[in-house]
């Protein structure tokens, strides 16, 4: 399996909105709403921000939005905080049953 | 919320096993699906397989050959083991909980570096 394809990097000022997306197949992201968004800081484990493609858990702020068009899903992160700097990664239920995740995105707040 | 800690060598032999477990606290290992993911060096995550408490298990195809995924739900944990490793399996290794099965992580462990080195 493939894994899903992320832009390497993304970056914004304080305040602004960006958008991060995933692509994958009809086998995966295009087949199942069960896409997930991982924030990871240096050295951290990585932490559930969006499941669903677009639910988030109760301590997730809701500057952070997921959704999904066709084979692509997309992370919005709004009003940009410097605390948002972090690498971010996607990932999909496949029609395997596996899990496969995105090539990662690093984001970057000018 | 419960908590997971993996354990095991920080060091394996290239062409041995490497032998990882993750305990569970806070929480019980049954029904719910145990997945192991890891993170080489600078690059991205990468999943390795799961186990649900049933004992059913699913691997990424690219290691299926030498993944084998075990649970002991006596003691709450399960296990990871990786045979014929080469310095390309040296990553910092996590265990995470699939929160319904679907491959979303709700919980993780802190991780653990494992180094396949002579």
């Known amino acids: 399996q493939s894994a899903l394809t992320q832009p390497a990097s993304v970056s914004g000022s304080p305040g602004q909105s960006i958008t991060i997306s995933c692509t994958g197949t009809?086998?995966?992201?295009?087949?199942?709403?069960?896409v997930s968004w991982y924030q990871q800081h240096p050295g951290k484990a990585p932490k559930l921000m969006i499941y669903d493609v677009s639910n988030r858990p109760s301590e997730v702020s809701n500057r952070f939005s997921g959704s999904k068009s066709g084979n692509t899903a997309s992370l919005t992160i709004s009003g940009l905080q410097a605390e948002d700097e972090a690498d971010y990664y996607c990932t999909s239920y496949t029609s395997s049953s596996t899990r496969v995740f995105g090539t990662g995105t690093k984001v970057t707040v000018l | 919320q419960v908590q997971l800690q993996e354990s095991g060598p920080g060091l394996v032999r290239p062409s041995e096993t490497l032998s990882l477990t993750c305990t569970l606290s806070g929480g019980s290992i049954s029904s719910y699906y145990w997945s192991w993911i890891r993170q080489p060096p600078g690059k991205g995550l990468e999943w390795i397989g799961y186990i649900y408490y049933s004992r059913n298990t699913n691997y990424n195809p690219s290691l299926k050959s030498r993944v084998t995924i075990s649970v002991d739900t006596s003691k709450n944990h399960f296990s990871l083991k990786l045979s014929s490793v080469t310095a390309a399996d040296t990553a910092v290794y996590y265990c995470?909980?699939?929160?319904?099965?679907?491959?979303?992580?709700?919980?993780w462990g802190q991780g653990t570096q494992v180094t396949v080195s002579s």
């Open positions: 009809s086998s995966d992201v295009g087949a199942y709403n069960f």
């Open positions: 995470a909980r699939d929160r319904d099965g679907w491959g979303q992580f709700d919980d």
